[in-house]
């Protein structure tokens, strides 16, 4: 697999073993490859990261081999790397978990073979407070990329009307993400309430496109689901800029509103993304200038629940 190579990220070195495994064999890019890609996009990862308990996607012989979820930092991790300490309550456990504050600590789980980087909606200050509430735009089996693209456009609309600022990605895969910075004031049940007031909004708008259904066998196949439960505690999805574990190398790339009817995420890979980057830069480098407050949309949910809709369990769907 060739002899490992040091890779200087800032003030650190980073040991890359096995720089030469591939790791994507539709394409041939390897763990080295992977290596320049995040050094090539590093302050739009790290932006994404940022004081956050992050899970990681390792791959330990490439994507077309068996996954890792990895929550804890191992035994034997640089004394520089900084990681924070979440609680699981249900198992009466801990973890410490990676915790990134700067790009060598994204290179250095690089090295321990991650390829996606999945962390929390909350901080380090108070990992209990989530400050980011994710809209994830879930198309059922037999749902095209066109209605993902309508049921966005309704999203903006929204948001526009409340006043949040939505901040888009693809995910990766056959949807679209939208991220909203809030203030940390809440904890995770109240910010899930919000997303499923704000999701059952959308549904009203976009009847034909759009489901709330809860349980996955009962939902409509052609239609996308608006999955408020990606704000539940300890749930968490791809970060922006993060590759993804496919063969095709896909990222979950950041883009512009005016880019939703035209972006083709196939496109947007570890091979094209960091042109993209050199050209537009981190598309969400001003999210944490734009907090919103979530009081409009549990105000939504209060009327909701008040006409009878029911809070669906936190686990199951």
Not at 219 to 233: E, I
Not at 262 to 270: D, G, K
Not at 273 to 283: N, S, T, V
Request: glycine share 6%; proline share 7%.
């Amino acid at each position: 697999m060739g002899d490992a190579v040091e890779v200087e990220v800032g003030d650190r070195d980073v040991r890359i073993s096995n720089p030469d495994r591939v790791y994507f064999p539709e394409r041939g890019e390897t763990k080295l490859d992977l290596v320049h890609y995040y050094l090539a996009v590093g302050d739009g990862i790290v932006n994404a990261l940022r004081e956050r308990p992050c899970m990681l996607h390792r791959f330990p012989k490439g994507v077309a081999e068996k996954k890792v979820h990895q929550k804890r930092v191992p035994a034997g991790a640089p004394p520089w790397l900084e990681t924070v300490r979440v609680e699981f309550p249900r198992y009466g456990r801990h973890a410490y978990e990676l915790c990134v504050t700067e790009l060598a600590s994204v290179i250095w789980a690089v090295q321990m073979s991650t390829v996606e980087f999945h962390p929390w909606n909350s901080r380090r200050a108070d990992t209990e407070k989530p400050d980011e509430w994710r809209i994830d735009l879930d198309p059922g089996p037999d749902c095209d990329f066109a209605t993902v693209r309508r049921v966005a456009h309704v999203v903006h609309g929204v948001l526009d009307e409340l006043g949040a600022v939505g901040w888009p990605k693809t995910s990766g895969g056959s949807g679209m993400h939208v991220y909203v910075r809030i203030e940390p004031e809440h904890g995770f049940s109240d910010v899930r309430r919000a997303a499923l007031a704000f999701a059952r909004e959308v549904e009203r708008r976009a009847p034909d496109d759009v489901t709330t259904t809860w349980w996955r066998k009962d939902r409509d196949p052609s239609k996308l689901f608006v999955d408020y439960n990606q704000n539940t505690r300890d749930h968490t999805i791809a970060a922006a800029y993060s590759v993804r574990g496919v063969p095709d190398a896909r990222v979950s790339a950041p883009i512009r509103w005016d880019e939703v009817d035209t972006v083709e995420p196939a496109e947007l890979t570890i091979a094209t993304m960091p042109a993209r980057y050199r050209e537009l830069g981190d598309l969400h480098a001003g999210i944490d200038d734009a907090v919103f407050s979530i009081a409009p949309l549990l105000e939504w949910a209060e009327r909701d629940e008040a006409e009878g809709a029911e809070i669906p369990p936190e686990e199951g769907g």
